[in-house]
């Protein structure tokens, strides 16, 4: 099967090599920045094979994807999990939660000592 594709072909110029990269896109992108300017367009011409079926690449592209956000889903487990070992090792007496600041022995805690 003979494909005609247009590509256009963008230049930036990329501050990290100090050097222009080259892309391609489907579209011009020169309207976006980040794409840098449109550097020309070319039309081209190639043969794909008759019985050329994309749906396996696809499928084997997306298990890759549910691979990774297993892999990034049980590293977060494990950090969760390991908050919990953190808290689990925390002292904590009888249920009777205590903090370190001073009370003041003139306020009673009713209403009518507020000083204002």
């Known amino acids: 099967m003979k494909v005609v594709q247009t590509i256009y072909l963008h230049c930036k110029k990329d501050p990290c090599i100090d050097d222009y990269i080259w892309n391609s896109f489907t579209s011009d ?25 994309p749906i396996p690449g696809q499928i084997a592209v997306l ?13 977060k487990i494990e950090q969760v999990k390991d908050q919990i070992a953190a808290l689990q090792q925390l002292p904590f007496l009888d ?10 022995p003139t306020f009673s805690g009713a209403d009518n000592d507020i000083p204002f």
């Open 29 to 53: 992108m020169s309207k976006h920045e980040v794409f840098g300017v449109l550097a020309g367009v070319q039309e081209i011409t190639f043969e794909v094979p008759n019985d050329f079926n």
């Open 63 to 75: 298990n890759q994807e549910i691979s990774l956000i297993r892999a990034k889903t049980e590293k």
């Open 95 to 104: 249920g009777a939660v205590t903090t370190s600041a001073p009370k003041d």
